[in-house]
């Protein structure tokens, strides 16, 4: 299997309701900005972590719970039995220095977004009326996309947070597109997490990563619930039919742009969903 493609572990509690099923460190990745955390949590079962040296999003992708952050209830928080149900998430905002606690209200899944923090933000409730939604590309290349946290919102240091929905049949991140070089503003160096889902969740979807060069180039069938990492290099996924596909983003580098550039071979395509 790919170093690129993280399995979730199921930590099964002796009451059989499994825990924290994704850990990802920058030292696990071998990188150095994002982490990915992923609890899923039955019914009064809690969560807490201290953030230390770094930012966080926790992103509620199914169910409610009630999230405090060093002491302040943000109150019960969430909107969605099932991620596919084209809602909004809620999501919260917890700066460096500080510690969260989710208690669930319903089944719960709960993302934790994590990179470098600086200090200077509150934490804070994104709500849906703060996510920017919005459709792009044409044809089998339309996905659907709920801006949690990108560089227009300006309450974060480094991360950058965002859920896409590819329907069935389509394609994702697509044309293949790299951000791997620090070289603002032609294109910034931003490393990657996507956290998939499909529904039917026994579906399956591929991701490609590869670089121009040819020096990696792996191709993925990704399940429900793994995750891909993308250290460098262009990264499309594509959801086949019957499936449709959704991943939740996390990116983080030196500064917190998304500058991009599509495949020099590819780029047509985008250049075809402009006219």
Known sequence: MSDLLVKPTLLVKPNGVSGKVHDITPESAN???????????????EASEQTEDRETVLVIVEGKAKIEVDGTNFGVLGDR??????KKPWCVYVPNGSSWRASATTNCTLAICTAPGVGGHQPRVIGPDDIVQETRGKGANTRHINSIAMEHQDFADSLLVTEVFTPQGNWSSYPPHRHDEDDFPNVTYLEETYYHRLNPEQGFGFQRVFTEDGELDE????????????PKGHHPAGAPYGY?????????GPIRKWRFQNHPAHNWIAEKDKA
């Open 31 to 45: 990188w150095r900005y994002v982490g990915f955390g992923l609890y899923r949590l039955a019914e009064n079962e």
């Open 81 to 86: 039995a099932n991620v596919f149900e084209g």
């Open 219 to 230: 191709t993925m069938s990704v399940g429900n619930g793994d995750v891909v990492l993308v």
């Open 244 to 252: 449709d596909m959704y991943y939740l983003n996390v990116m983080a």
